[in-house]
């Protein structure tokens, strides 16, 4: 499938783009751990997602899917699956797979983990490596690649990491693993990163502490099941929150939004290069901060974009390179290593199309500088990546010739019905088979 954009449009009107992605994996992962019955509703019927809930039923769990994000998890507690037939398919989802694997290193059973050829080409080491020094036995492909065999069996002990980057997904799988494991798992993060797991795990009655830059949790402890509100996903929410600012005579109203604290970094960048963005209805569900975000188009000037907020936005930095594209003057990134470790390395391919659409960029080791101006138009790799694929679709409101973006079917992993979704709020596309 690929993605025909006609140059121009504007962006109007009121929209809920689907649930978070990265609580919807750990609302069925603790689900399935907990006791009792937990009921999901804003469910992200991505296939990522979709992925983990299909990989928990393969060990027994039972999970129903009422439709509209509505999902009911009857748990089987901390000790309660069952080895699966065959190995784990975890499709494209690397957070499926990197929080995985600090789950099933703690089971009885061998599990293998596996995925589609975009995700057997991505490096697990940096999870493999703490959960080895816990008394895991996981065995990996050349460069530390899925397929992934881990040995059930293994009496897990807790230890103290540093991370050596800011990871959410490395401080998770740490800390799952942590669950099953002998003593005090802690982690210290060298920055704050997003901060799903330790609450969803408080929500479901697990004592987490943090004293500073160190998250720890105690082995041995239980789930009890839980309700859980998912709220719209401000990673999906980022690549309208772009569109709008960028043209002129915009106006948009996303609703129910998720604004954790340590989400917000697109937030805070676009509103460093200028954007009008206006937060209301704030309130809390579940845990977990929501607001109505209301942007509309104003000038955005480039901006060297502080360290402190990389972290914060390291899933957003594709829409934010084509607001930089659209911005006065210089855009500078640097400490974003993490983005050459994502479905592609977004660095790379992000400077890529760049090029293709004549926007001057200069590619550096930890991130980019881009120069903004004119948008041209021409045929865009997406590498398999989800993400790229949205961000070179919205540049077309503003690019002065036509864009076609190729190989776009992994855009349903995080934002189904995007196409439809972008073509009711103004952007000119055109779905097309390749």
Partial sequence: MEFKLLPGGTISGEARVPGDKSMSHRSIMLGALAEGTTRVSGFLEGDDALATLAAFRAMGVSIERHGEGEVVVHGVGLHGLAAPDGPLDLGNAGTGMRLMCGLMAGQPFDTVLTGDASLCSRPMGRVIDPLRLMGAKIDAQEGGRPPLKITGGSQLKGIHYDLPMASAQVKSCVLLAGLYAQGRTSVTEPAPTRDHTERMLRGFGYEVKREGEVISLQGGGSLKA???????????????????????????????????????GVLNILNLMGADITLKNEREVGGEPVADIQVRYAPLHGVDIPEDQVPLAIDEFPALFIAAACAQGRTVLRGAEELRVKESDRIAAMAEGLNTLGVNNEVLEDGIIIEGGTIGGGEIRTHMDHRIAMAFSIAALRAEQEIVVLDCDHVATSFPGFDALARGLGLQIIVQAD
Avoid: E, K, Q, Y
């Fill in 226 to 264: 839980a309700d859980i509100d998912v709220p719209a996903d401000i990673s999906s929410a980022a690549f309208f929150l772009v569109a709008a600012s960028i043209t002129p005579g915009s106006d948009l109203l996303l609703t129910h939004v998720g604004i954790n604290p340590t989400r917000i």
